[in-house]
Each structure stands twice: as structure tokens, then as C-alpha cells.
């Protein structure tokens, strides 16, 4: 897909003021699932907040009823390989919404408003800090679709919640409400549904209040002690999530969710 155009958004709205970019993912009549054009919207969001040197901090939201309930499975997840496969020679790669998300220069407040399960939740790790709405629901459901997840919970969840109760959450897939995402350091805090967004423009608006450079500084530091390398365990993931989608167990769990029954897995 070409480069995307702030003024070209269609799944997504994107807005700067006070020097702090909003993204609000908006599909809310999918539950802000996610189809090709929303990844690429998504990481053109993310590159222009990180170039612009008006933006200091970066809020990124859903449009009510969820921050973003992973990719659109009636649209992309058919049971089938993604519809451009990559050639067998090519060197596999990152996501290129969530190195985006994760190099953005900027600090970026995740406001979680409602589910964030899949990649949502994917997302919701790219944040820098996560404020959650009393509302909020997490999960990493890759294992329940016969696949792995993406760099967010394989390299960021365990560097913020441990490495026993991210192997837990991701064997599982099982959800968690806002307040376990509290308990377990997931988010910082959780507030009134109402005050979600005031909370989260109000720090945003704190942060913003610093001297730009510092505070890319400080988020490159925090990148280098914190978290490994995106790109090498990112690269790896979809070599692995490319290898899991032609799977009859991959089928099946599309397959099990779609007709709303418990999966049957094989093994295959």
C-alpha cells in the first residue's frame, strides 16, 4: 500500500493540539478490528507524530466500544495464508505498525477504553505508560487462533509484568479486567470510563510541558535498559506467525471462533 497522508485516514482519526498528537482508531461499528488499510494508517500515524517536531507526546485511543479488538477475522483471518504472501526468499521482517508504534520518538500514552485483546492489546504494550478505563478488558488471544503473538508480548509484556504471569497470560489467552491489569503493573492506574481521556491529555499535556529534546532522550535510554531487540525477535515472530497461519489448528480456531463453538486442535 503507498505512504498514507494524514488527511487520507479512513480507520483511523489523527489530530494535533497543545503539542500533543490523538489517535483514535475508528471503527467502531468492528470494534476498531483491524484490516490492511488500519495497519497502515496506524503505522503512518505513528511516523508523523514521531517527524513532526510540533508533537511531544502521543495518545492513542479507540472510538467507544474498544480500543482496538485485534485484526478483522471475518476480513483477514480466512483459515488461509495472508492474501500477499511473503516470497519464499524474502527475508522476513517486523511489523511495520509496530516499529512504528515502538520508534516513535515521542512518548505515547495508551488510553485503553474497552477491549484490547489480539493485537490491541499488541498495541496497548507499544505505550509507553497505559491508563485504562474501569471498561478495559485485555487479551492475548493469538494461542485460542492457533498462532503466536507479536513483539509486544513477546518482548515488552515480560519486561512489565514478569516473565511467569506473561508465560501465563500468552499459554492461556484467557482475558483480564482492569482491575488484574492494575494488580499485575499492566497499566498504572484505572480510572472512571468519563475520565479516561481527560486523564490521559492531562499527563500527555505534563509531559509536553518538557524540553523535547530531554524527553527523547529519556525514551531512547528507557528503550536501551528496558526492552531488547524489536526488529530481530519482531523478524522472527512473523517468520513463525507465517509458518502457523497454514496449520489445520490456525483453521480451526478461525474456524471455532466464527461458529461460536470450543476448537477442536490436532496438532497439524
Given amino acids: 500500500m503507498p505512504a498514507i497522508a494524514a488527511r487520507d485516514f479512513t480507520c483511523l482519526l489523527y489530530a494535533v493540539e497543545d503539542r500533543i498528537a490523538r489517535i483514535t482508531l475508528n471503527r467502531p461499528e468492528r470494534r476498531n478490528a483491524l484490516n490492511p488499510r488500519a495497519y497502515a494508517e496506524i503505522e503512518a500515524a505513528f511516523l508523523h507524530a514521531g517527524a513532526d ?3 511531544r507526546c502521543v495518545v492513542v485511543t479507540g472510538a467507544d466500544p474498544a480500543f482496538c479488538s485485534g485484526e478483522d477475522v471475518k476480513e483477514m483471518m480466512t483459515g488461509e495464508a495472508p492474501r ?8 522476513p521482517q517486523a ?3 509496530a516499529m512504528a508504534a515502538l520508534e516513535c520518538r515521542k512518548p505515547v500514552i495508551a488510553a485503553i477504553n474497552g477491549a484490547a485483546v489480539g493485537w490491541g492489546m499488541e498495541l496497548a504494550l507499544y505505550a509507553d505508560i497505559r491508563i485504562a478505563s474501569q471498561k478495559a478488558v485485555f487479551a492475548e488471544l493469538f494461542i485460542k487462533r492457533g ?3 507479536d513483539v509486544g508480548g513477546l518482548l515488552r509484556l515480560p519486561a512489565i509484568v ?3 504471569k506473561a508465560a501465563e497470560l500468552l499459554f492461556t489467552g484467557d482475558p483480564i479486567d482492569a482491575a488484574e491489569a492494575a494488580r499485575i503493573g499492566l497499566v498504572s492506574e484505572v480510572v472512571a470510563h468519563g475520565d479516561l481521556m481527560p486523564r490521559a491529555l ?8 518538557n524540553p523535547p529534546l530531554a524527553l527523547t532522550a529519556m525514551k531512547e535510554g528507557l528503550a536501551r535498559t528496558s526492552y531488547g531487540d ?3 525477535v519482531g523478524a522472527w515472530a512473523i517468520e513463525v506467525i507465517y509458518r502457523l497461519f497454514g496449520t489445520e489448528d490456525h483453521r ?8 461460536k463453538r470450543a476448537p477442536v486442535f490436532v496438532g497439524r
Avoid at 500477499?84 to 527475508?91: F, N, S, T, V, W
Fill in 53 to 55: 517536531e510540533d508533537v
Fill in 84 to 91: 500477499e504472501p511473503r516470497p519464499e526468499r524474502a527475508k
Fill in 95 to 97: 511489523t511495520p505498525a
Fill in 147 to 149: 498462532l503466536i503473538c
Fill in 162 to 164: 514478569g516473565p511467569a
Fill in 202 to 209: 492531562a499527563l500527555a499535556a505534563r509531559i509536553a510541558a
Fill in 230 to 232: 524489536p526488529r530481530e
Fill in 252 to 259: 480451526e480456531g478461525v474456524k471455532s471462533f466464527l461458529e
